[in-house]
């Protein structure tokens, strides 16, 4: 999976057109706040905050996505991300990033509404022709997921960032919290692994063309299972496996279930070749950032090979949903997954009673 010139797919650098990754310290999700840096500062603002009977999910257990009680049969679910470039071509940049934002409203059980775009670029470093594809990509997005942006917000800015504010609505009975597993669940995930790697590779010019091809299908593909999975009363609990990597946010999972979470690592599904971009130290410095806060709570068993921390640790833009459900629901939630077309999904682990943390064996 490695090239010893780039895809020709990858948009290359003029002397008037830099690589819009050259233009930013991060890329796509792994430009999170670590996730202990993160939770110190969200300690620290809380302490006074409103917090209205009609909130149904807030900040209390790092959900995806704030959930506001409307009346007996409507709940809005609102969410904003956005980023830095993970990729150098403009349109799939604002694809990308509009993907990974609306991931948040599915992964809560919702069906996303309306969209407001946050856009901030250098205005003097880029032409108004790039900046508008990044735009058009986002909108092309939310045009294939049925909603418009109704609005938003630009500023001049040193790095090109571009997202969402992302709005949807469920039905209160529907909310499906990153908190609700139950001891004896399966695990179930919906997309591969492997996009933090991806984007290192591709920034050292590593990434060969069915690579690039693999990371742009993995990263715009709409978590769309996500009503439909809410509608089964056998899935307890949903989140999407984003910036803090599958570790991360099972642990999240662990954390508000008071629950311990094990991932039978050789179910795990992965991106083509990127064990061995892996090897060959094409890794993230978000991944690294992750283990520091959260390995002291995960368990990798011995023998597994020595890619897997940073594998579990790789900080997943527009990653898949990881769902929580009965045994007996497993049947119907990968055949949902499999109906939106998302052929990689695969039973990864299972969930014990037990201190909260992660276990990968």
Same mark, same amino acid.
């Given at each position: 999976?490695? %090239?010893?010139?780039?895809?020709?797919?990858?948009?290359?650098?003029?002397?008037?057109?830099?690589?819009?990754?050259?233009?930013? @310290?991060?890329?796509?999700?792994?430009?999170?706040?670590?996730?202990?840096?993160?939770?110190?500062?969200?300690?620290?603002?809380?302490? !006074?905050?409103?917090?209205?009977?009609?909130?149904?999910?807030?900040?209390?257990?790092?959900?995806?996505?704030?959930?506001?009680?409307?009346?007996?049969?409507?709940?809005?679910?609102?969410?904003?991300?956005?980023?830095?470039?993970?990729?150098?071509?403009?349109?799939?940049?604002?694809?990308?990033? *509009?993907?990974?934002?609306?991931?948040?409203?599915?992964?809560?059980?919702?069906?996303?509404?309306?969209?407001?775009?946050?856009?901030?670029?250098?205005?003097?470093?880029?032409?108004?022709?790039?900046?508008?594809?990044?735009?058009?990509?986002?909108?092309?997005?939310?045009?294939?997921?049925?909603?418009?942006?109704?609005?938003? @917000?630009?500023?001049?800015?040193?790095?090109?960032?571009?997202?969402?504010?992302?709005?949807?609505?469920?039905?209160?009975?529907?909310?499906?919290?990153?908190?609700?597993?139950?001891?004896?669940?399966?695990?179930?995930?919906?997309?591969?692994?492997?996009?933090?790697?991806?984007?290192?590779?591709?920034?050292?010019?590593?990434?060969?063309?069915?690579?690039?091809?693999?990371?742009?299908? !993995?990263?715009?593909?709409?978590?769309?299972?996500?009503?439909?999975?809410?509608?089964?009363?056998?899935?307890? *609990?949903?989140?999407?496996?984003?910036?803090?990597?599958? *570790?991360? @946010?099972?642990?999240?999972?662990?954390?508000?279930?008071?629950?311990?979470?094990?991932?039978?690592?050789?179910?795990?599904?992965?991106?083509?070749?990127?064990?061995?971009?892996?090897?060959?130290?094409?890794?993230?410095?978000?991944?690294?950032? !992750?283990?520091?806060?959260?390995?002291?709570?995960?368990?990798?068993?011995?023998?597994?090979? %020595?890619?897997?921390?940073?594998?579990?640790?790789?900080?997943?833009?527009?990653?898949?949903?990881?769902?929580?459900?009965?045994?007996?629901?497993?049947?119907?939630?990968?055949?949902?997954?499999?109906?939106?077309?998302?052929?990689?999904?695969?039973?990864?682990?299972?969930?014990?009673?037990?201190?909260?943390?992660?276990?990968?064996?």
């Amino acid at each position: 999976m490695t %090239a010893s010139s780039p895809s020709p797919n990858i948009p290359v650098a003029t002397p008037t057109l830099p690589r819009l990754t050259s233009l930013s @310290h991060g890329g796509g999700c792994g430009c999170k706040i670590a996730p202990g840096v993160l939770s110190e500062i969200l300690q620290s603002s809380g302490a !006074n905050a409103v917090i209205p009977p009609e909130l149904m999910v807030g900040i209390e257990t790092a959900d995806d996505a704030a959930v506001y009680r409307l009346n007996d049969s409507q709940a809005l679910v609102a969410t904003t991300d956005f980023f830095m470039p993970i990729v150098d071509d403009p349109y799939e940049f604002g694809r990308i990033a *509009a993907t990974n934002a609306l991931s948040d409203v599915y992964a809560m059980g919702g069906k996303p509404i309306m969209a407001l775009a946050l856009v901030a670029m250098p205005i003097n470093q880029l032409p108004l022709d790039v900046i508008g594809a990044i735009v058009r990509g986002g909108q092309d997005v939310c045009r294939a997921a049925g909603i418009p942006i109704a609005g938003g @917000h630009t500023i001049d800015s040193v790095e090109p960032i571009y997202g969402l504010v992302a709005m949807g609505l469920v039905h209160p009975d529907r909310v499906r919290r990153n908190a609700e597993a139950k001891a004896g669940d399966v695990l179930v995930l919906g997309k591969p692994l492997g996009v933090g790697i991806y984007s290192a590779a591709l920034k050292k010019l590593k990434l060969d063309d069915a690579g690039y091809r693999e990371m742009i299908a !993995n990263t715009t593909r709409l978590n769309t299972p996500g009503p439909l999975l809410a509608e089964l009363p056998g899935v307890h *609990a949903i989140t999407d496996v984003t910036g803090f990597g599958l *570790a991360g @946010h099972a642990l999240e999972m662990a954390r508000g279930a008071g629950v311990q979470v094990v991932v039978d690592w050789a179910k795990v599904p992965l991106l083509p070749g990127v064990v061995q971009l892996a090897e060959d130290g094409n890794v993230t410095g978000a991944s690294g950032r !992750n283990w520091a806060a959260y390995g002291a709570e995960v368990q990798i068993a011995k023998g597994l090979p %020595a890619t897997t921390q940073n594998l579990v640790s790789d900080p997943q833009t527009s990653g898949g949903l990881l769902v929580s459900c009965a045994p007996e629901s497993v049947a119907d939630v990968l055949a949902i997954f499999e109906r939106e077309g998302f052929g990689s999904a695969a039973v990864i682990g299972r969930v014990e009673a037990g201190a909260s943390g992660l276990r990968v064996e």
